[in-house]
Protein backbone atom coordinates (compact mmCIF):
# COMPACT_ATOMS: atom_id res chain seq x y z
CA UNK A 1 0.00 0.00 0.00
CA UNK A 2 1.01 3.39 -0.98
CA UNK A 3 -0.29 6.46 0.74
CA UNK A 4 -0.80 9.38 -1.61
CA UNK A 5 -1.47 13.20 -1.13
CA UNK A 6 -3.26 15.30 -3.27
CA UNK A 7 -2.93 19.01 -2.98
CA UNK A 8 -2.79 22.71 -5.47
CA UNK A 9 -6.57 23.10 -5.51
CA UNK A 10 -8.30 26.70 -4.75
CA UNK A 11 -10.76 28.96 -6.50
CA UNK A 12 -10.40 30.11 -10.16
CA UNK A 13 -12.80 32.01 -12.55
CA UNK A 14 -13.18 30.32 -15.95
CA UNK A 15 -10.84 30.09 -17.77
CA UNK A 16 -7.79 30.38 -15.75
CA UNK A 17 -5.61 27.42 -14.46
CA UNK A 18 -4.61 25.09 -11.52
CA UNK A 19 -1.94 22.54 -11.60
CA UNK A 20 -2.76 19.54 -8.87
CA UNK A 21 0.01 17.43 -7.26
CA UNK A 22 -0.06 14.01 -5.95
CA UNK A 23 2.85 12.84 -3.78
CA UNK A 24 3.92 9.62 -2.87
CA UNK A 25 4.29 9.15 0.91
CA UNK A 26 7.60 6.84 1.48
CA UNK A 27 7.28 4.96 -1.25
CA UNK A 28 7.77 5.71 -5.28
CA UNK A 29 5.93 5.86 -8.01
CA UNK A 30 8.15 3.37 -9.96
CA UNK A 31 6.02 0.39 -11.86
CA UNK A 32 2.96 1.94 -11.35
CA UNK A 33 0.80 3.65 -13.31
CA UNK A 34 -1.03 6.95 -11.47
CA UNK A 35 -4.96 8.09 -12.30
CA UNK A 36 -6.89 11.46 -11.59
CA UNK A 37 -10.45 11.14 -10.57
CA UNK A 38 -13.08 14.11 -10.00
CA UNK A 39 -16.38 13.93 -7.94
CA UNK A 40 -18.68 16.88 -7.88
CA UNK A 41 -21.36 17.10 -5.55
CA UNK A 42 -24.45 15.02 -6.32
CA UNK A 43 -23.00 13.51 -9.38
CA UNK A 44 -20.79 9.98 -10.09
CA UNK A 45 -16.73 9.99 -9.60
CA UNK A 46 -15.17 10.05 -12.99
CA UNK A 47 -11.98 9.21 -14.55
CA UNK A 48 -10.35 12.19 -15.28
CA UNK A 49 -6.81 10.94 -16.83
CA UNK A 50 -3.35 9.36 -15.56
CA UNK A 51 -0.36 8.17 -16.35
CA UNK A 52 2.48 5.15 -16.54
CA UNK A 53 5.10 6.15 -14.45
CA UNK A 54 8.11 3.92 -16.05
CA UNK A 55 6.86 4.91 -19.39
CA UNK A 56 5.40 8.76 -19.19
CA UNK A 57 2.42 7.63 -21.63
CA UNK A 58 -0.64 9.60 -20.22
CA UNK A 59 -4.49 8.76 -20.95
CA UNK A 60 -7.63 11.03 -20.83
CA UNK A 61 -11.15 11.31 -20.64
CA UNK A 62 -12.84 13.04 -23.53
CA UNK A 63 -14.29 15.79 -21.50
CA UNK A 64 -11.23 17.28 -20.60
CA UNK A 65 -8.50 16.48 -23.30
CA UNK A 66 -6.57 19.47 -24.98
CA UNK A 67 -7.54 21.21 -21.36
CA UNK A 68 -5.98 18.66 -18.80
CA UNK A 69 -2.37 17.18 -19.00
CA UNK A 70 -0.55 14.54 -16.80
CA UNK A 71 2.70 14.83 -15.88
CA UNK A 72 5.40 13.72 -13.07
CA UNK A 73 8.38 14.67 -11.63
CA UNK A 74 10.70 11.85 -10.91
CA UNK A 75 13.00 13.55 -8.42
CA UNK A 76 10.10 14.71 -6.90
CA UNK A 77 7.74 11.18 -6.78
CA UNK A 78 5.03 13.69 -7.68
CA UNK A 79 2.36 13.15 -10.21
CA UNK A 80 0.45 16.63 -11.37
CA UNK A 81 -2.67 17.50 -13.42
CA UNK A 82 -2.28 21.08 -14.77
CA UNK A 83 -6.00 21.89 -15.68
CA UNK A 84 -6.03 24.54 -18.33
CA UNK A 85 -9.07 26.29 -19.99
CA UNK A 86 -11.14 25.56 -16.93
CA UNK A 87 -15.07 25.78 -16.85
CA UNK A 88 -17.39 25.79 -13.92
CA UNK A 89 -18.06 21.76 -14.82
CA UNK A 90 -14.91 20.91 -13.54
CA UNK A 91 -15.72 21.64 -9.99
CA UNK A 92 -15.06 18.93 -8.08
CA UNK A 93 -12.86 17.17 -5.25
CA UNK A 94 -10.02 16.08 -7.22
CA UNK A 95 -8.42 12.63 -6.33
CA UNK A 96 -5.29 10.29 -7.33
CA UNK A 97 -5.22 7.01 -6.59
CA UNK A 98 -2.32 3.96 -8.05
CA UNK A 99 -3.34 0.45 -8.08
CA UNK A 100 -2.24 -0.14 -4.33
CA UNK A 101 -3.30 2.88 -2.78
CA UNK A 102 -6.48 3.86 -1.06
CA UNK A 103 -8.53 6.85 -1.95
CA UNK A 104 -7.56 10.39 0.08
CA UNK A 105 -9.35 13.15 1.04
CA UNK A 106 -8.43 14.50 -2.46
CA UNK A 107 -7.98 18.41 -3.06
CA UNK A 108 -11.14 21.07 -4.07
CA UNK A 109 -11.09 22.76 -7.52
CA UNK A 110 -13.91 25.17 -7.47
CA UNK A 111 -14.59 27.09 -10.90
CA UNK A 112 -16.37 30.09 -10.90
CA UNK A 113 -18.05 31.91 -13.81
Known amino acids: QVQLVESGGGLVQAGGSLRLSCAAS????????VNWYRQAPGKEREFVGGINWNSGNTYYTDSVKGRFTVSRDVAKNTVYLQMNSLKPEDTAIYYC??????WGQGTQVTVSS
Open 97 to 102: KSALSG
Open 26 to 33: GRTFSNYQ
